[in-house]
C-alpha cells in the first residue's frame, strides 16, 4: 500500500512539474521568436531609412553634377580649344584642376 502511495506521489509531483515546465519553455520559446521578429523588423526599418537617406543624396549629387556641368558649358563658350583645355587641366582656375585629361570636339564632332 505504501507503496502505491509512492507512485501516486511521484505521479502527481511529475504533473506539477510538467505542468509549471511546459508553459514556461513555451514562454521562453515564443518570448524568443518575439525578439527575433523585433529585430528583424528593427533591420527593416533602418534599411528603408538608409535607402531613403542614400536615394537622396544621389539625387541632389546628380542635381549638383547637372548644375555644375551646365555652369561649366556656359563659361566655356565662345573659347578656344586651347583654352578650354588650359582651364580645364590648369590649376587656378574656377574649376581648379577638374581633370588630368579630356577629349574635346568641335561643333561637327572632331
Known sequence: MNKHK???LRWVVLLL???VIL???CLL??????????RLAVKQR??????SHFETALQETENKY???IEKYRTSLKGETVAEIFAKSVGHGNI??????CMLIFDANGK
Open 17 to 19: 512539474a510538467v505542468a
Open 6 to 8: 509512492d507512485t501516486q
Open 29 to 38: 520559446w515564443f518570448m524568443t521568436q518575439t525578439v527575433k521578429n523585433e
Open 66 to 68: 547637372l548644375e555644375f
Open 95 to 100: 574649376f581648379d584642376k577638374l581633370a588630368d
Open 46 to 51: 533602418l534599411i528603408n531609412i538608409y535607402k
Open 23 to 25: 508553459p514556461t519553455v
